[in-house]
């Protein structure tokens, strides 16, 4: 595993080796669209063909003793089969019985799509689209340009850009590309929590992510301008059935949530607890922001 080291919550991802076991290129990995969305053999084709030219820069096995799914002191207590996603949450286990879980590591092989790069999935080094205002726009990266290397290592998919920016943890990213017959080269500027996203479809998360029990509907556009509510932010009433972690917190039916206190959330009812979801972990608590009988109050949660 420190040789074939891989996102191991994927549905499907292969190694394009040399005859000495060398690793040329990776192909597959996926996002929260779907568990197939990055995957085309026309894709995988092109993968192939390009670390064909690539033969001899390969990236050997490490030597010394080989480290297994087995090894993990996790591993011990595990019954039945070992998924490719139990490998993240021994990981995760062991790190927890050390003292030196790092909450940041949650956000593993982040999307170049962070970067504000879209990859074509027949041609997997070539931009399909670049995002305003994103570390890509903002170094001149443009759609059509054709990826080269980012840190020194080629791009040829999806999921050689993923590996490469999951060991990428601070600082600038080397990136070469080509404009037509032009050869181009900079620093990608990462840009605040660059390395997070949707972590919701993970496997390995399903223990750790919380529930959010409320229900109800959101508020219709005048309802919201009566209250003063921005047709851009969320509010929804709480529904007569209460479910009994928020009883026990003291909301009741017909609370209005309007928020928590920190972030500012947009979009409806789902876009709200799918952020609470994406950003919060079981323990954690939350204070929401709610309107009852007009006036404003706060009520702490703690996620379960």
């Known amino acids: 595993m420190r040789h074939f080291e891989f996102d ?27 568990p197939d969305d990055r995957n085309l053999l026309k894709g995988l084709r092109f993968a192939m063909d390009m ?7 390969g990236v050997a096995p490490p030597s010394g003793k080989p480290v297994r799914a087995e090894d993990y002191p996790a591993a011990k207590k595990h019954n039945g089969c070992i998924h490719c996603h139990n490998i993240k949450e021994f990981q995760r286990a062991d790190q927890l019985a050390l003292g030196n879980f790092d909450r940041n590591a949650l956000w593993a092989y982040p999307p170049i799509d962070n970067l504000g790069m879209v990859l074509d999935v027949d041609q997997g080094n070539r931009l399909t689209k670049v995002n305003p205002g994103s570390a890509a726009a903002d170094l001149g990266l443009a759609k059509g340009d054709v990826l080269l290397t980012l840190n020194d290592r080629p791009i040829h998919s ?14 600038p990213i080397e990136i070469q590309w080509t404009r037509g017959t032009l050869a181009m080269k900079g620093q990608l500027l990462p840009k605040g929590d660059w390395r997070k996203s949707n972590i919701t479809w993970r496997p390995s998360m399903l223990d750790i992510l919380p529930g959010v029990p409320f229900a109800g509907e959101d508020l219709t556009a005048p309802e919201k301008a009566r209250l003063g509510i921005p047709k851009n932010l969320p509010a929804f009433r709480q529904g007569d059935l209460v479910h009994a972690k928020l009883k026990e917190a003291g909301f009741r039916a017909g609370d209005i949530v309007v928020g928590i206190v920190g972030p500012r959330i947009e979009g409806n009812m789902e876009d709200f607890l799918a952020f609470v979801r994406r950003n919060y972990l079981i323990g954690d608590k939350i204070r929401f922001r709610v309107i009852r009988e007009a006036k404003e109050i706060e009520l702490e949660l703690g996620l379960r």
């Open 8 to 34: 191991y919550d994927l549905t499907w991802y292969c190694f394009i080796l040399d005859p000495d076991l060398g690793i040329l290129g990776r192909y597959g990995g996926r996002d929260a669209s779907g």
């Open 51 to 57: 670390a064909l030219k690539n033969r001899g820069k």
């Open 158 to 171: 999806f999921a050689d850009a993923s590996f490469v920016l999951h060991k990428h943890l601070a600082g």
